[in-house]
C-alpha cells in the first residue's frame, strides 16, 4: 500500500541586515497526510523597532500558499522574525513551549508582543515534547531563547529537523555548544532547516 510522503519546503519570507550582509528569513512548510503545518510565519509588516535591520519583506500574502489550507503553526520562538505573519492564522491552532510564551509577554525588548498577541490568536501551550502528529514532534531546544524549540520530521531517508534559530550558521552544528544544538546532533538527522540559511545542513558532511 503506497503511503504519501512528509515534505518539508522552505519558504524565503524576508532578509534582514545583519552588520555588513543580508541574512534571509525563511519558514518552513510541512506537508503531511494528515494536515498542513507551517513552522513560523517570518514578518509580513515593517516596525520602528527593527528599522535598523532594513527588513525587505517578501511575505506570506504573496506566495501562492494556500493559507486557509494550514491546520497548524508552530513557532519555534518568538522572536520578531518568527512571529511577524501570526495574525494571518487566527482561530488556527499555534503551537509554542509554555515558557516562551510567557518569555514573549513578559521580558522588555524580547519581541514585537503585538506580533504574538495579535486579534484572535489560539496558542496551545506545550510543555516538553509533544507529538503533533504522527511522524512529526515538538521538542524543547534551549539555547537560542530558555523556550526554543525544534521540529522533528521522520522521513523515509530518516530525521528532517526544522531548527528555527537553535543554529543560526551551519557552524553551530558542526561544533555545538547549547542544548538545543547537542540535542539537534544526538537525533543523527538526515537534514537541518535553519531559519536563515538557503539550504539545510547536512549531517557528517
Known amino acids: 500500500m503506497m503511503t504519501t510522503p512528509i ?31 507551517l513552522v513560523d510565519t517570518g514578518m509580513t509588516e515593517l516596525h520602528p523597532a527593527v528599522a535598523d535591520m532594513d527588513p525587505q519583506l517578501e511575505p506570506l500574502t504573496e506566495k501562492g500558499i494556500d493559507l486557509d ?6 513557532n519555534t520562538h518568538l522572536h520578531f522574525d518568527h512571529c511577524g505573519g501570526n495574525h494571518l492564522f487566527a482561530g488556527t491552532p499555534v503551537y509554542v513551549q509554555r ?39 515538538l521538542l524543547p531546544a534551549p539555547g537560542h531563547t530558555p523556550g526554543s524549540q525544534i521540529v522533528v520530521v521522520e522521513t523515509d531517508a530518516g530525521p528532517v529537523v526544522i531548527a528555527g534559530d537553535s543554529a543560526v550558521w551551519f557552524g553551530e552544528l558542526d561544533e555545538p555548544t547549547t542544548e538545543g544544538q547537542r540535542l539537534i546532533r544526538s537525533l543523527d538527522p538526515h537534514q537541518v532547516w535553519l531559519a536563515h540559511a538557503d539550504e539545510p545542513w547536512p549531517a557528517g558532511s
Open 99 to 137: 515558557r516562551e510564551l510567557e518569555d514573549a509577554r513578559t521580558l522588555d525588548e524580547y519581541t514585537i508582543r503585538e506580533w504574538v498577541d495579535a486579534p484572535g490568536m489560539t496558542y496551545i501551550e506545550v510543555d516538553g515534547e509533544f507529538e503533533l502528529l504522527p511522524g512529526v514532534r
Open 7 to 37: 515534505t518539508v519546503t522552505p519558504v524565503r519570507v524576508a532578509t534582514l541586515l545583519a552588520g555588513d550582509e543580508r541574512m534571509p528569513v525563511f519558514v518552513h512548510l510541512i506537508d503531511h497526510p494528515a494536515g498542513r503545518v
Open 69 to 74: 489550507g494550514i491546520t497548524a503553526v508552530v
